[in-house]
T-cell receptor, first 116, second 117 residues
Framework: GALVYQYPRRTICKSGTSMRMECQAV??????VAWYRQSPQKTFELIAL?????????EQNFTQEKFPISHPNLSFSSMTVLNAYLEDRGLYLC????????????FGSGTRLTVL | AQKVTQTQTSISVVEKTTVTMDCVYE???????LFWYKQTASGEIVFLIR??????ENATVGHYSLNFQKPKSSIGLIITATQIEDSAVYFC??????????????FGAGTKLTIKP
């Protein structure tokens, strides 16, 4: 079956430092990877959508300078939160799907970021 | 722009009964895809079931089924024979047809389901 592994599960960083999270797809080709942030109120914010061999599309209020994403192949993607501050806290989720927009998005377990 | 609305903030039912969770959506596309996910206490998001807009038959997977009412832009999730472990937050989501240039998946606010013994 389709599985997505995301790590680390939890991370704590000091204000102003950066942290990187990674996402690994197993059992299918992750042509598209979407990175979301879930607020404490449970709402999902799409940060960016990455498709292999295409430009990464960032949503309004999110930039490559703050959340650089790498999607080098069909099984791996990473995102870094640069210069993290309190407002960056939350659960970061990567969702991956195979080719074709009709495909289901499968999620990893998320990375919970705490900023001190 | 697409929008997904789940009006039920929380639901509590007794184990082994049937529960229905509501979801309505807005889209300008004639072709789209609807999904239900659940989020466990650990934060993990699990895909449950999907409905493609062009399919008239309601999707069914295990003890999950959908009540797809296209004219009402409604996609309810029905869980039969509920179990304690079904307690979670359930999210409805929609993806418009990417052939029209939008691959974004939009999520509802979630419904917290509690199954009591």
């Amino acid at each position: 079956g389709a599985l997505v592994y995301q790590y680390p599960r939890r991370t704590i960083c000091k204000s102003g430092t950066s942290m990187r999270m990674e996402c690994q797809a197993v059992g299918f080709q992750a042509t598209s990877v979407a990175w979301y942030r879930q607020s404490p109120q449970k709402t999902f914010e799409l940060i960016a959508l990455s498709t292999v061999n295409s430009a990464i599309k960032y949503e309004q209020n999110f930039t490559q300078e703050k959340f650089p994403i790498s999607h080098p192949n069909l099984s791996f993607s990473s995102m870094t939160v640069l210069n993290a501050y309190l407002e960056d806290r939350g659960l970061y989720l990567c969702g991956a799907s195979s080719a074709g927009g009709a495909e289901t998005l499968y999620f990893g377990s998320g990375t919970r970021l705490t900023v001190l | 722009a697409q929008k997904v609305t789940q009006t039920q903030t929380s639901i509590s039912v007794v184990e082994k009964t049937t529960v229905t969770m509501d979801c309505v959506y807005e889209t300008r596309d004639s072709s789209y895809f609807l999904f239900w996910y659940k989020q466990t206490a650990s934060g993990e998001i699990v895909f449950l079931i999907r409905q493609d807009s062009y399919k008239k038959e309601n999707a069914t997977v295990g003890h999950y089924s959908l009540n797809f009412q296209k004219p009402k832009s409604s996609i309810g999730l029905i869980i039969t024979a509920t179990q304690i472990e079904d307690s979670a937050v359930y999210f409805c989501a929609m993806r418009e047809d990417p052939n029209y240039g939008n691959e974004k998946i939009t999520f509802g606010a979630g419904t917290k389901l509690t199954i009591k013994p």
